[in-house]
């Protein structure tokens, strides 16, 4: 079955709290993440501002904030070009979670909801179980199978 | 958004089921597909039908028939959307790395 998330993850020689900061201080994010600066009201249901030089501006709201254990936002970032603005079905959800490790920090990021996004042939109601090979890998081995059969 | 419509696509369990079984099989029509899978011939010319609006099948008329078979291009152009987005996270994380073990 195929999954629709992305999950990737690093482990960090520094604690925790310090990670959190990084990961949520406006200061911060628009360094690591954004290249011209970024916006955060960092409460659930607060604005999330990710700012370009070349791509534009896109939009997030932020979902979850519990320091410093995990924070979580929804953005229109991966399927949109240029200014987007964050309207229900263009968004997809990124959930960031710390966790003490050793004298470092395991952080992990899942991005997820692609099935979800409001295209003509979306189905809304279909539900997608979680797979950790990702979408990724299964959509290159079915592809990889395709182009043997087809050839 | 057509690699969103691509995920719309293929988030039904069953719909899944019939992409694999023509990419395995190479081809098939709606009856031999309903002949391997617990759904109807009119489920699976439903689910045919939003597959090749997705791109992810192409069909040619056979006798009374239409045979599909999978278009592996647009599975392609996906994957690689996909690794291009888990990149960009790679990226991210390790400049999160870099300036928390910079102090």
Do not use: C
């Not at chain 1, 201080?25 to 501002?49: N, S």
């Not at chain 2, 045919?48 to 997705?54: E, F, G, H, I, Q």
Request: hydrophobic share 45%.
């Amino acid at each position: 079955m195929a999954p629709d998330q992305i999950e990737r993850e690093t482990t960090i020689a520094a604690p925790v709290e310090r990670v959190w900061t990084l990961l949520t201080e406006a200061e911060h994010i628009g360094t690591w993440f954004g290249d011209a600066g970024a916006e955060i009201d960092l409460r659930p249901g607060g604005a999330l501002v990710l700012r370009w030089a070349e791509h534009g501006t896109v939009h997030g709201e932020v979902v979850a904030v519990e320091p410093p254990r995990r924070f979580a936002y929804r953005w229109a970032a991966s399927t949109a070009q240029g200014d987007a603005e964050l309207v229900a079905g263009n968004s997809t959800l990124v959930e960031f979670t710390l966790a003490a490790e050793h004298d470092g920090t395991r952080l992990r990021v899942v991005e997820s909801g692609f099935a979800g996004l409001d295209v003509p042939e979306a189905e809304r109601a279909s539900k997608v179980e979680g797979n950790t090979e990702g979408w990724a890998q299964e959509l290159g081995h079915l592809r990889d199978h395709a182009e043997r059969v087809t050839a | 958004m057509d690699d969103a419509g691509v995920f719309a696509a293929l988030a039904d369990p069953t719909r899944w089921r019939v992409l694999s079984l023509l990419a395995e099989r190479g081809d098939g029509t709606a009856t031999t597909l309903a002949g391997e899978l617990p759904v109807s011939r009119v489920a699976v010319i439903k689910h045919l039908a939003v597959l090749d609006r997705a791109g992810l099948v192409e069909s040619r008329r056979r006798g009374r028939e239409v045979l599909y078979t999978v278009r592996p291009e647009r599975l392609d152009a996906t994957a690689r959307w996909m690794a291009g987005l888990a990149s960009e996270w790679d990226a991210r994380l390790a400049a999160i790395k870099r300036m928390a073990e910079a102090e």
